[in-house]
């Protein structure tokens, strides 16, 4: 674009440049000749504009922009004289534009310092703007304000309190006579260990009481503190369970109205144990449920891996991996069948 209006500028100089020698007549006759081209030329092109390129309208602009208003208006141009200053104001502006800076205001925060901005933001959400001084990180990431990010979901309170978070529940099974067994189990959260509490066929508030009271010791003497316990809404818990808990110190939290997954650890395990176990097991009476129950139980908080503590048992580690390509190429793994081969055990033979 500067090129051609350096060009256009010299072209038309030098045609100025030829004026002077010429008389008034020949001036009027190159005056009359070019203007009578642009009637003829407006006249065959109808409706349609003429085009004019960002060169040629600064060329117009700078060269008619001093004349007065008027003498424009008696010239024969293409386009109105308030097009042309339009055009001059819009090369003005654009020239301006230019010296000033790209991005204006403030330079854009350090990415460490986003990051670390954000961070903070997720780990501690009462932390408001005027606290973490990134109003403009904070909005940019689409991060409310403190009072708006206060507000605890269920999943944040069970994640910040697994470690003190057990959960309890019913479920039921048949027997070969038809016999209705209640089945009453605890698990915790943190380490996923699982404490079968009993099995009864009328669990009634006493049955629960003392099935309670077992469950208390027996987290007092795993060293367990537990500040909250999960439970529904089933009508087998009476109130003496919640005051046997509360003279724990222990807080009951009832999940919603048909609404499984807010005990969801808890229906979890239901799943399996059915699935691994009742669903592939006669259940003769209470004695026998009781022993496979408990040996269900063993495989369980022993050998049984589990996704949800990164494939480690409840109460034991994960073992070291095996690094020597000998004793790789040389495994001997032995199996331990319970309840009958229904499971299996499997480790290294020593």
């Known amino acids: 674009m500067l090129l051609r209006l350096a060009y256009l500028g010299m072209t038309n ?40 390129s960002p060169s040629d309208r600064a060329f117009l602009a700078a060269l008619l922009y001093r004349l007065p208003r008027d003498v424009p208006r008696r010239l024969r141009l293409l386009v109105r004289p ?20 790209k991005r204006p205001g403030r330079p854009r925060t350090v990415r460490s310092i986003r990051s670390l901005v954000l961070r903070l933001a997720r780990e501690n959400p009462a932390w408001g703007y005027r606290r973490l001084h990134g109003l403009g990180v904070l909005r940019e990431a689409g991060i409310d304000p403190a009072p708006e990010r206060t507000s605890s979901t269920w999943a944040d309170f069970l994640r910040s309190r697994a470690d003190a978070l057990p959960a309890c529940d019913f479920f039921e099974t048949v027997t070969l006579t038809g016999a209705r067994l209640y089945v009453f189990a605890g698990i915790e959260h943190a380490g996923r260990r699982i404490r079968i509490l009993g099995a009864t066929a009328h669990p009634t508030a006493s049955w629960v009481a003392q099935a309670t009271r077992n469950l ?32 724990a110190g222990i807080e009951v939290v009832l999940s919603g109205v048909r609404m499984p997954r807010m005990n969801a650890v808890m229906e979890r395990w239901v799943q399996t144990c059915r699935r691994e176990l009742l669903d592939r097991t ?21 050998h049984r891996p589990h996704q949800g503590i990164a494939n480690a048992r409840p109460l034991n580690p994960l073992p070291p991996p095996i690094a020597d390509p000998d004793q790789i190429t040389r495994l001997g793994v032995r199996r331990r069948d319970r309840l009958g081969g229904l499971l299996h055990e499997y480790e290294h033979a020593a």
């Open 82 to 101: 308030d097009t042309v200053l339009r055009w001059h104001r819009d090369l003005v502006a654009r020239r301006h534009a230019e010296s000033k800076p």
């Open 13 to 52: 100089a030098f045609a100025m440049l030829r004026l002077p020698p010429m008389s008034d007549r020949d001036k009027d006759m190159k005056i009359l000749a070019p203007r009578h081209q642009l009637s003829v030329l407006e006249r065959q092109l109808g409706k349609e504009k003429v085009r004019f």
């Open 216 to 247: 208390v010791m027996d987290l007092e003497d795993a060293n367990r503190r537990a500040r909250f316990l999960i439970r529904d809404r089933d009508g087998k818990f009476p109130a003496l369970f919640d005051a046997v808990l509360a003279d």
């Open 282 to 302: 006669l259940i003769w009476d209470q004695r026998h449920l009781l022993h496979a129950l408990r040996e269900f139980e063993r495989f369980y908080n022993v």
